[in-house]
């Protein structure tokens, strides 16, 4: 289990690497297409978050 520090930049550090991850998507009930998000600069932070909530949880929902 992570443990939370006081700083988004320390709990990131604390995620599973995102490496060889380029993009997750969500859906919705009927498992259509409704959103992605991309493993490039600007959005490695919100891709690390949502890779691991993901990993953790098995599904995203938008």
């Given amino acids: ?4 520090s006081s700083s ?3 709990n990131l550090q604390n995620l599973p690497s ?3 991850g380029a993009r997750l998507e969500t ?3 009927a498992g259509d297409f409704v959103a992605y998000i991309e493993n490039q600069p600007g959005k490695q932070g919100s891709f690390a ?3 691991h909530l993901l ?3 098995g599904v995203l929902i938008p």
């Fill in 27 to 29: 859906a919705d009930d």
């Fill in 1 to 4: 289990m992570i443990q939370p």
């Fill in 49 to 51: 978050v949502y890779q």
């Fill in 18 to 20: 995102i490496e060889g």
């Fill in 8 to 10: 988004f930049k320390e």
């Fill in 55 to 57: 990993m953790t949880h």
